[in-house]
């Protein structure tokens, strides 16, 4: 990529087609995750839009920015969100019954804190988990979870099997749309799996993404945006078969896509879904370029709605400062003129601004203090937990903006 930030693709990253067709522009942004101490610190925008390949139907991100420069600040840690820790109870219940040869071999890629290895543990299974982020993985270990620093490929596989032997079962959840080498990853997911072995992708659905109007979901971190046809195609060049799926509430809707080496009689679930997504149309051009017309559409009604409030001369509050919260802003052209302050709960994220809008983001506390007369749901994907939040803990009263699923909405609290 030599000495620049990022770089266009001229091929599809999955079956290396040079038919790729621009579907929707979001305008140069800067990368979510670059928030700022100071305002006046320099900031890079690098183009920001998704393409469709005309061969395998993937969608993905034009460019591709520097994983260096994306990561080195990385700051999610799963534990810290309810949604996550409930869930991690049920993806361990659904898979384990997945799984044959008790107790398992498990191995999960991009672990994070461990807190989907840790049900596995608690019932005797082996656990090991890599995750690139070195002071996460560090709080893993310290709490028992372990897990080796590292970017997971088939090397990694291979070191795996060298010292533990292979996995019965083996996970990746929202990792395959983030990664360019997705190849790497893939191969070294069968490889080091056994023979009888159970695998799991979780990615956010492309469907959910269309229904929903996700194009909040769309930053630079983001840079596959999965169907089921397209994964069990990427699966299938590994020799890997998918047989069987889940719905996950993660990212507003998510699934998780099981395999295996043997081809196992595919469930019910998973044919009556595939068939779905076949007739919804999900792969074709013209229904991408529908979501694009929408998108748009979109954009004006939420920026009215805002405008509205700031002509009331209303203090507006934003809620979540996530990656999509950037890309919703920076559309939407929605900034520091419109937003007193975002409020977030990741103390990591505390006294900066955000990237490209300059709001400042503050402890929720603090947003509440200033007496909003509206709050903006920014993470409206954590809504109910959201929702309870700002009325027990916070007494607010007031209007709230939901600016997504779909047509944005007002409630009153
Ligand atoms: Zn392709």
Known sequence: MGNTLYEPITACRICHSEQIRVVLDLGAQPPANSLRDRLDAALPVIPLSICRCDNCATVQLTETVKPEYLFRNYVWVTGTSATAQDYSR??????????????LFVVEVASNDGTFLRPFQERGHRVLGVDPAENIACIANEQGIATWADFFGRKVAENIIRKHGHADFVFARNVLPHVEHVHDVVSGMGHCLSAEGTGAIEFHYAQCIVDGLHYDSIYHEHLFYFSIKSMVY????????????????????????????????RSQAFTQKLEAEDQSGLGLQETWDRFAQACLAHRERLAAMINEEVTREATIAGYGASARSSTLLNFCGINNRHLACIADQNPIKHNKYTAGTNILIVPPEVALSKKPAAVLLLAWNFKDELLVLLKNRYQFHGRIIIPLPNDPEVIVL
């Open 90 to 103: 049920r993806f361990f219940e659904e898979s384990a019954r997945r799984c044959s040869d008790h107790p």
């Open 234 to 265: 990427l699966l299938e060049q590994h020799g890997l078969w998918a047989f069987d799926l889940i719905e996950s509430p993660i990212s507003g809707g998510s699934l998780v896509l099981y395999f295996s080496k043997d081809k196992r009689t």
